[in-house]
């Protein structure tokens, strides 16, 4: 065997992941109702763990190092709960107890502890499956640094379990986003709450609670806005209906 062949069939070394990781848990929770009147969202229990603890789940079997977690609705409760997150990774918490700021104004908020490398962004109540390979490292291994500022893991519509929406984004052959769903209209892939980010995305930012459509809009005009097609399962644990028809599935296989 030559040592060109040899080499070939040696296994590629796993891309790291960003070792920063932002968890988005500041929501009120409202389609979550009445399970959030007592507990923040994070805490719902669906497959016997807290929406949040998947979450770390992922982000410990990818190698994250440290996650910056906001916190608002019921901040007690979610940060006592972190506590023992704390022995697997380091924990930061940024805190909107005294004003919520949505996924936009969290990242200017957060900004400091996010470090001036590309970061992992995930929503707290996200739950997936992955699929052949790590959903994290799998985005890792494809973020490129000098063409990109938004790497987005979304998932086709006819994939999204209990998703009541008509789709988020366009994306050409080569994973580009081309545009946001239109008002009215439907799109072919739904962003899954998982993306990675550059810090330079957040500038230029309004006062007060924004959504971070602002940042994913700019970067799509600057065509620095990609997305990766998820390979496995994923859901939208939005209602307290949601919880029961995920957990089949999840039995199901």
């Known amino acids: 065997m030559s040592t060109r062949q040899t080499l070939a069939l040696r296994p590629t070394p796993p891309v790291a992941a960003p070792e920063t990781a932002m968890v988005m848990a500041?929501?009120?929770?409202?389609?979550?109702?009445?399970?959030?009147?007592?507990?923040?969202?994070?805490?719902?229990?669906?497959?016997?763990?807290?929406?949040?603890?998947?979450?770390?789940?992922?982000?410990?079997?990818?190698?994250?190092?440290?996650?910056?977690?906001?916190?608002?609705?019921?901040?007690?409760?979610?940060?006592?709960?972190l506590i023992r997150r704390r022995e697997e990774m380091e924990v930061l918490i940024s805190d909107e107890r005294p004003q919520l700021m949505e996924t936009g104004g969290g990242l200017v908020q957060a900004r400091d502890m996010l470090g001036d490398k590309p970061f992992l962004c995930v929503n707290s109540d996200n739950l997936w499956v992955d699929g052949p390979v790590d959903a994290i490292r799998s985005l890792a291994a494809e973020w490129d640094d000098a063409r990109m500022d938004a790497l987005l893991l979304l998932v086709p519509l006819a994939n999204a379990n209990n998703h009541p929406g008509r789709g988020d984004f366009h994306i050409d052959a080569f994973g580009k986003i081309t545009k946001r769903r239109a008002p009215g209209r439907m799109a072919p892939f739904v962003f899954t709450g998982v993306q990675i980010l550059s810090p330079r995305i957040i500038a230029d930012w309004?006062?007060?609670?924004?959504?971070?459509?602002?940042?994913?809009?700019?970067?799509?005009?600057?065509?620095?806005?990609?997305?990766?097609?998820?390979?496995?399962l994923w859901f939208d644990v939005g209602t307290p209906g949601a919880i029961a028809r995920t957990e089949a599935l999840l039995a199901d296989g």
């Open 26 to 81: 500041a929501g009120l929770g409202k389609r979550m109702r009445p399970l959030t009147a007592m507990r923040p969202k994070p805490l719902i229990e669906v497959a016997g763990k807290p929406l949040i603890d998947h979450v770390f789940d992922r982000l410990q079997a990818a190698g994250v190092k440290r996650a910056v977690v906001n916190v608002h609705y019921l901040a007690d409760a979610l940060e006592a709960h």
């Open 206 to 232: 309004p006062e007060g609670p924004f959504s971070t459509n602002l940042f994913w809009q700019r970067a799509i005009e600057a065509e620095r806005a990609f997305a990766q097609v998820h390979e496995g």
